[in-house]
C-alpha cells in the first residue's frame, strides 16, 4: 500500500473542507430545521447542540425527537441511534482496506466524522489508486461545523425554513451521492451491487418499520460484493 494513502497534510485538509463547503449548505440547513424541531420539543438550547456535535447523524437525531418526552428509557434511544447509523458499520467496512495501516487511536479519530458526502468522495478516490483521506478528515470537518452551526441557528432562526422538503432541499444530498456513484468504478459487478441494493431498500422501505431500508439495502448490496469478488467473472 502506498504510504500516500495514510499520511495527511494540512493543505490538503483546508482544501477537501473547502471543497466539500458547497454541499455543508444544505447539511446546515437541515441543521436548522433540526434545532427548531429540538426546541419545540422541548429539548434545551445546549443539550441541542451537544446532541448534534457528538451524535452528529441527522436522522437519527430527528428520530430520537419523535420518541423524546414519551417516558421511554435510554437503552431504545441508543438502539434506535444505532440501527439508523448502521449504515456507518459498512462505510468503515469499505474504508478499512486503506485506513488499515494507520494507528488506531488516529484512525477513530478520523471516522469520526465519517458521513456519506465525504465517504461517497473518498471511496472512487481509492478504488482509483488515490488517497481520500483528506476528503474523510476535511470534508468530514466541513460537514459536522456546518451541522452544529445549523442547530445553532435552528435554535433561534429556524421558524424561517420550518420544512426544507417544501423548497426541495431533501434531493441535494441523494443528487450528490448519486453523482459520486456514477463517477466511481464501472463493471457489472459494480451494477448489480447497486440494484440489489436499490430493490431491496424500496421492498424494505415498503414493508419494514422506519428507517431499516437503509441498513437493509446496503446490507443486500454488500453481500453481493462479499460473494462477488473483483475479477471474478459471471
Known amino acids: 500500500m502506498s504510504s500516500k494513502n495514510i499520511q495527511l497534510t494540512a493543505q490538503e485538509t483546508w482544501v477537501a473542507f473547502k471543497e466539500m463547503l458547497p454541499i455543508s449548505v444544505f447539511v446546515l440547513i437541515f441543521g436548522l430545521a433540526f434545532g427548531l424541531a429540538s426546541i419545540q420539543t422541548g429539548v434545551n438550547g445546549?443539550?441541542?447542540?451537544?446532541?448534534?456535535?457528538?451524535?452528529?447523524?441527522?436522522a437519527s437525531?430527528?428520530?430520537?425527537?419523535?420518541?423524546?418526552?414519551q417516558s421511554i428509557s435510554v437503552m431504545p434511544l441508543v438502539v434506535t441511534v444505532f440501527f439508523i447509523n448502521a449504515r456507518h458499520i459498512l462505510m468503515g467496512a469499505s474504508l478499512y482496506p486503506w485506513l488499515k495501516d494507520i494507528p488506531t487511536v488516529k484512525r477513530y479519530c478520523y471516522m469520526l466524522v465519517i458521513s456519506d458526502a465525504n465517504w461517497a468522495k473518498a471511496l472512487p478516490k481509492y478504488q482509483q489508486g488515490q488517497s481520500g483521506l483528506a476528503d474523510i478528515v476535511g470534508g468530514g470537518l466541513a460537514l459536522w461545523l456546518m451541522w452544529i452551526i445549523g442547530t445553532w441557528l435552528g435554535i433561534y432562526f429556524g421558524y424561517l425554513i420550518e420544512n426544507p422538503r417544501v423548497f426541495g432541499l431533501d434531493m441535494v444530498m441523494a443528487c450528490f451521492l448519486l453523482t459520486m456513484v456514477?463517477?466511481?468504478?464501472?463493471?457489472l459487478r459494480i451494477v448489480v451491487v447497486w440494484i440489489v441494493a436499490a430493490i431491496v431498500a424500496i421492498l424494505a422501505y415498503w414493508y419494514l418499520p422506519e428507517n431499516m431500508h437503509v441498513v437493509v439495502g446496503a446490507l443486500a448490496g454488500g453481500l453481493v460484493g462479499v460473494f462477488w469478488k473483483e475479477g471474478v467473472k459471471s
Open 61 to 69: 437525531q430527528f428520530a430520537t425527537l419523535e420518541l423524546w418526552g
Open 182 to 187: 456514477m463517477s466511481g468504478q464501472k463493471s
Open 46 to 58: 445546549f443539550n441541542t447542540v451537544l446532541m448534534s456535535a457528538l451524535v452528529f447523524g441527522g
